[in-house]
């Protein structure tokens, strides 16, 4: 059994103010102020600082000179843009990938196997952490520290978050989905990362 992710502080507070966000706890342009969440979580204000710069960076929330940290008001437009990039890198990294994830799955097979208990219970919050997780060991497995690094700055657990939950599409079959790309790394199937791209450009927002 895989040990349990524990996440950051810092991670902790970003989960907790995206939470606001996808709940509408904080509407667009609602401005966001910083030690009160600080105080309502008994923490200090700089891990709060940090949750939110990297907000920022996310395109999630902006900021200005006297105005505070406010809430974007995101369109089902702002959250597409990231897949086609984030797809050209999937894409390159399964290519790479390909040699050394065909001799080993077991990662793979790990995170479709929680996977299909997130579908069967109807786990939202578990399906993105899973699916993410399957898409990292990929980026991982390629090998390349500038591939990886450069996919992980695109926010993809926040921006799938967003995707799944805040644009409620229909329910998809996360695990046999996942379960069909872990069977072509282990065939070898040598359009192995033109099918991975088609399936991350597939889960982008239907506007």
């Given at each position: 059994?895989?040990?349990?992710?524990?996440?950051?502080?810092?991670?902790?507070?970003?989960?907790?103010?995206?939470?606001?966000?996808?709940?509408?706890?904080?509407?667009?342009?609602?401005?966001?102020?910083?030690?009160?969440?600080?105080?309502?979580?008994?923490?200090?204000?700089?891990?709060?600082?940090?949750?939110?710069?990297?907000?920022?960076?996310?395109r999630l929330i902006e900021s200005a000179p006297n105005k505070g940290?406010?809430?974007?008001?995101?369109?089902?437009?702002?959250?597409?843009?990231?897949?086609?990039?984030?797809?050209?890198?999937?894409?390159?990294?399964?290519?790479?990938?390909?040699?050394?994830?065909?001799?080993?799955?077991?990662?793979?097979?790990?995170?479709?196997?929680?996977?299909?208990?997130a579908d069967r219970a109807r786990d939202g919050e578990a399906q993105v952490r899973h699916t993410v997780?399957?898409?990292?060991?990929?980026?991982?497995?390629?090998?390349?520290?500038?591939?990886?690094?450069?996919?992980?700055?695109?926010?993809?657990?926040?921006?799938?978050?967003?995707?799944?939950?805040?644009?409620?599409?229909?329910?998809?079959?996360?695990?046999?989905?996942?379960?069909?790309?872990?069977?072509?790394?282990?065939?070898?199937?040598?359009?192995?990362?033109?099918?991975?791209?088609?399936?991350?450009?597939?889960?982008?927002?239907?506007?």
């Open positions: 059994m895989a040990p349990p992710v524990v996440q950051s502080l810092r991670e902790q507070i970003r989960e907790h103010i995206l939470e606001g966000i996808v709940s509408g706890r904080w509407q667009p342009g609602e401005r966001i102020v910083e030690r009160r969440i600080a105080a309502e979580l008994l923490v200090s204000q700089t891990p709060v600082r940090e949750a939110l710069r990297e907000l920022e960076s996310l940290v406010r809430v974007r008001d995101l369109t089902a437009d702002d959250l597409k843009e990231s897949y086609p990039v984030r797809a050209g890198l999937e894409q390159v990294a399964a290519e790479l990938a390909a040699e050394a994830l065909a001799g080993d799955v077991t990662a793979l097979e790990r995170e479709v196997a929680a996977l299909r208990e997780a399957f898409h990292r060991e990929i980026v991982r497995a390629a090998g390349n520290s500038v591939l990886l690094h450069t996919w992980e700055s695109l926010g993809i657990e926040v921006w799938t978050t967003l995707s799944i939950r805040w644009l409620s599409p229909e329910p998809r079959a996360h695990a046999e989905e996942h379960a069909a790309i872990t069977e072509a790394f282990r065939r070898r199937d040598p359009a192995i990362g033109e099918l991975l791209k088609t399936h991350v450009l597939s889960c982008a927002p239907q506007v």
